[in-house]
Protein backbone atom coordinates (compact mmCIF):
# COMPACT_ATOMS: atom_id res chain seq x y z
CA UNK A 1 0.00 0.00 0.00
CA UNK A 2 1.27 3.36 -0.90
CA UNK A 3 2.58 5.31 2.47
CA UNK A 4 1.70 9.25 3.52
CA UNK A 5 2.72 11.28 0.80
CA UNK A 6 3.30 15.17 1.69
CA UNK A 7 4.05 17.87 -1.11
CA UNK A 8 5.80 19.56 -1.31
CA UNK A 9 9.06 18.27 -0.32
CA UNK A 10 10.80 21.53 0.08
CA UNK A 11 9.60 25.15 0.08
CA UNK A 12 11.57 28.04 0.47
CA UNK A 13 9.48 31.48 0.50
CA UNK A 14 9.73 35.06 1.62
CA UNK A 15 8.46 36.06 5.03
CA UNK A 16 4.82 37.77 4.51
CA UNK A 17 3.97 35.35 1.71
CA UNK A 18 1.20 32.30 1.92
CA UNK A 19 2.35 28.73 1.91
CA UNK A 20 -0.32 25.61 1.62
CA UNK A 21 1.63 22.21 2.43
CA UNK A 22 -0.20 18.87 1.18
CA UNK A 23 -0.67 15.70 3.00
CA UNK A 24 -2.36 12.18 1.49
CA UNK A 25 -3.02 9.61 4.05
CA UNK A 26 -2.43 6.10 3.50
CA UNK A 27 -6.09 5.17 1.69
CA UNK A 28 -8.65 4.12 4.37
CA UNK A 29 -7.13 5.64 7.74
CA UNK A 30 -9.83 8.31 9.22
CA UNK A 31 -7.15 9.56 11.43
CA UNK A 32 -5.00 12.40 9.99
CA UNK A 33 -1.90 14.40 11.92
CA UNK A 34 0.02 17.32 11.33
CA UNK A 35 3.23 17.85 13.79
CA UNK A 36 6.23 19.93 13.29
CA UNK A 37 9.73 19.98 14.18
CA UNK A 38 11.34 23.75 14.62
CA UNK A 39 14.89 24.87 15.12
CA UNK A 40 16.07 21.35 15.39
CA UNK A 41 13.87 21.26 18.50
CA UNK A 42 11.07 18.57 19.47
CA UNK A 43 8.14 17.52 16.91
CA UNK A 44 5.11 19.12 18.13
CA UNK A 45 1.37 18.01 17.54
CA UNK A 46 -0.53 20.35 15.59
CA UNK A 47 -3.42 19.17 14.79
CA UNK A 48 -5.97 15.89 14.85
CA UNK A 49 -8.49 14.89 12.21
CA UNK A 50 -11.25 12.31 12.44
CA UNK A 51 -12.36 12.29 8.83
CA UNK A 52 -12.94 15.47 8.09
CA UNK A 53 -13.57 17.33 11.49
CA UNK A 54 -10.85 18.36 13.79
CA UNK A 55 -10.62 16.42 16.92
CA UNK A 56 -8.08 18.35 18.31
CA UNK A 57 -6.53 21.78 17.35
CA UNK A 58 -4.89 22.73 20.76
CA UNK A 59 -1.17 22.19 19.56
CA UNK A 60 -1.85 25.11 16.72
CA UNK A 61 0.37 27.90 17.12
CA UNK A 62 -1.77 30.93 16.15
CA UNK A 63 -4.59 31.58 13.84
CA UNK A 64 -1.68 32.18 10.85
CA UNK A 65 -2.10 28.37 10.53
CA UNK A 66 -5.19 27.03 9.22
CA UNK A 67 -5.78 23.40 8.06
CA UNK A 68 -8.26 21.53 6.58
CA UNK A 69 -9.87 17.99 5.56
CA UNK A 70 -12.29 18.44 3.04
CA UNK A 71 -14.17 15.39 2.48
CA UNK A 72 -11.92 13.66 5.04
CA UNK A 73 -9.25 12.47 2.52
CA UNK A 74 -6.11 14.90 1.74
CA UNK A 75 -5.35 17.91 3.80
CA UNK A 76 -3.83 20.63 3.73
CA UNK A 77 -1.99 22.85 6.36
CA UNK A 78 -2.30 26.53 5.40
CA UNK A 79 0.68 29.19 6.77
CA UNK A 80 -0.63 32.94 6.10
CA UNK A 81 1.34 35.12 6.53
CA UNK A 82 4.34 33.13 7.14
CA UNK A 83 6.37 34.25 9.53
CA UNK A 84 10.31 33.81 9.69
CA UNK A 85 10.09 31.55 13.02
CA UNK A 86 7.42 28.94 11.05
CA UNK A 87 10.10 27.69 9.50
CA UNK A 88 10.92 23.83 9.94
CA UNK A 89 9.87 20.28 9.19
CA UNK A 90 6.15 19.88 9.03
CA UNK A 91 4.90 16.27 9.54
CA UNK A 92 1.85 14.67 7.94
CA UNK A 93 0.61 11.07 9.91
CA UNK A 94 -1.70 9.12 9.55
CA UNK A 95 -3.70 5.62 11.59
CA UNK A 96 -6.31 3.78 10.82
CA UNK A 97 -8.05 4.19 14.60
CA UNK A 98 -6.38 5.43 18.08
CA UNK A 99 -5.05 2.31 19.16
CA UNK A 100 -3.18 2.17 15.90
CA UNK A 101 0.38 3.17 14.76
CA UNK A 102 0.82 6.17 13.29
CA UNK A 103 2.51 6.19 9.61
CA UNK A 104 4.21 9.29 9.34
CA UNK A 105 5.00 10.92 5.60
CA UNK A 106 8.95 12.38 4.61
CA UNK A 107 7.77 15.86 6.14
CA UNK A 108 7.75 19.11 4.10
CA UNK A 109 10.51 21.55 4.89
CA UNK A 110 9.72 25.20 5.08
CA UNK A 111 11.95 27.73 4.63
CA UNK A 112 11.03 31.53 5.62
CA UNK A 113 13.40 33.89 4.85
CA UNK B 1 -0.10 16.73 29.47
CA UNK B 2 2.32 13.49 29.87
CA UNK B 3 5.99 14.76 29.71
CA UNK B 4 8.34 12.62 27.67
CA UNK B 5 12.43 12.27 28.61
CA UNK B 6 14.66 10.59 26.41
CA UNK B 7 18.96 9.55 28.05
CA UNK B 8 20.95 10.45 26.64
CA UNK B 9 20.72 13.50 24.29
CA UNK B 10 23.68 12.67 22.46
CA UNK B 11 24.98 9.77 21.69
CA UNK B 12 28.73 8.96 19.69
CA UNK B 13 29.88 5.82 18.79
CA UNK B 14 32.44 3.91 16.63
CA UNK B 15 31.34 1.14 14.19
CA UNK B 16 30.43 -2.17 15.58
CA UNK B 17 29.73 -0.83 18.93
CA UNK B 18 26.30 -1.29 20.74
CA UNK B 19 23.87 0.73 22.32
CA UNK B 20 20.89 1.73 24.93
CA UNK B 21 18.47 4.25 24.46
CA UNK B 22 16.05 5.23 27.19
CA UNK B 23 12.68 6.78 27.38
CA UNK B 24 10.76 8.10 30.10
CA UNK B 25 7.21 9.29 30.20
CA UNK B 26 5.57 10.85 33.76
CA UNK B 27 2.30 9.12 33.19
CA UNK B 28 0.80 5.94 31.77
CA UNK B 29 0.25 6.07 27.56
CA UNK B 30 -1.45 4.12 25.73
CA UNK B 31 0.74 3.27 22.73
CA UNK B 32 4.46 3.81 22.36
CA UNK B 33 6.19 4.31 19.14
CA UNK B 34 10.23 4.08 18.20
CA UNK B 35 11.19 6.23 15.30
CA UNK B 36 14.27 7.13 13.44
CA UNK B 37 15.10 10.14 11.89
CA UNK B 38 17.55 9.98 9.56
CA UNK B 39 20.06 12.91 8.12
CA UNK B 40 17.43 13.60 5.29
CA UNK B 41 14.89 14.59 7.68
CA UNK B 42 12.78 11.53 7.58
CA UNK B 43 10.80 10.13 9.85
CA UNK B 44 10.91 6.08 10.00
CA UNK B 45 9.06 4.24 12.37
CA UNK B 46 11.10 1.51 13.98
CA UNK B 47 8.94 -0.12 16.76
CA UNK B 48 4.93 0.34 17.86
CA UNK B 49 5.92 -1.34 21.11
CA UNK B 50 3.31 -0.68 23.96
CA UNK B 51 4.63 -3.41 26.00
CA UNK B 52 6.93 -6.45 26.06
CA UNK B 53 10.02 -6.81 23.62
CA UNK B 54 10.36 -6.73 19.90
CA UNK B 55 13.34 -7.59 17.53
CA UNK B 56 14.11 -6.22 14.02
CA UNK B 57 17.58 -7.15 12.70
CA UNK B 58 20.12 -5.04 14.95
CA UNK B 59 17.28 -3.15 16.35
CA UNK B 60 15.45 -4.44 19.56
CA UNK B 61 13.07 -2.45 21.94
CA UNK B 62 11.32 -3.19 25.64
CA UNK B 63 8.48 -1.25 27.01
CA UNK B 64 7.82 -1.98 30.48
CA UNK B 65 4.47 0.08 30.67
CA UNK B 66 4.18 -0.39 34.62
CA UNK B 67 7.15 1.42 35.32
CA UNK B 68 6.31 3.74 32.97
CA UNK B 69 9.85 3.46 30.37
CA UNK B 70 10.75 1.90 27.53
CA UNK B 71 14.42 1.25 25.83
CA UNK B 72 15.67 0.58 22.44
CA UNK B 73 18.55 -1.49 22.11
CA UNK B 74 21.27 -0.84 18.72
CA UNK B 75 23.87 -3.48 18.25
CA UNK B 76 26.86 -3.23 16.01
CA UNK B 77 25.95 0.25 15.26
CA UNK B 78 26.62 1.21 11.92
CA UNK B 79 27.26 4.90 9.97
CA UNK B 80 23.88 4.56 8.48
CA UNK B 81 22.35 4.29 12.13
CA UNK B 82 23.20 8.18 12.62
CA UNK B 83 20.37 10.76 13.24
CA UNK B 84 17.85 11.16 15.65
CA UNK B 85 15.82 8.85 17.50
CA UNK B 86 12.46 9.95 19.07
CA UNK B 87 10.46 7.88 21.53
CA UNK B 88 6.20 8.70 21.47
CA UNK B 89 3.67 7.67 23.73
CA UNK B 90 0.03 7.83 22.86
CA UNK B 91 -1.88 10.30 25.23
CA UNK B 92 -5.37 10.46 24.72
CA UNK B 93 -5.58 11.34 21.30
CA UNK B 94 -2.17 11.74 20.31
CA UNK B 95 1.27 11.03 20.30
CA UNK B 96 3.54 12.93 22.16
CA UNK B 97 6.64 12.89 21.43
CA UNK B 98 10.37 12.94 23.37
CA UNK B 99 13.14 15.48 23.25
CA UNK B 100 15.41 12.92 21.40
CA UNK B 101 18.54 11.04 20.94
CA UNK B 102 21.20 12.65 18.59
CA UNK B 103 23.30 9.51 17.37
CA UNK B 104 26.47 10.22 15.33
CA UNK B 105 28.30 6.83 14.31
CA UNK B 106 31.66 6.83 13.17
CA UNK B 107 33.73 4.42 11.03
Known amino acids: EAGVTQFPSHSVIEKGQTVTLRCDPI?????LYWYRRVMGKEIKFLLH????????ESGMPNNRFLAERTGGTYSTLKVQPAELEDSGVYFC???????????FGNGTRLTVT | GIQVEQSPPDLILQEGANSTLRCNFS?????LQWFHQNPWGQLINLFY???GTKQNGRLSATTVATERYSLLYISSSQTTDSGVYFC?????????FGTGTRLQVFP
Open chain 1, 93 to 103: ASSLNTNSPLH
Open chain 1, 27 to 31: SGHDN
Open chain 1, 49 to 56: FVKESKQD
Open chain 2, 27 to 31: DSVNN
Open chain 2, 49 to 51: IPS
Open chain 2, 88 to 96: AGFNTDKLI
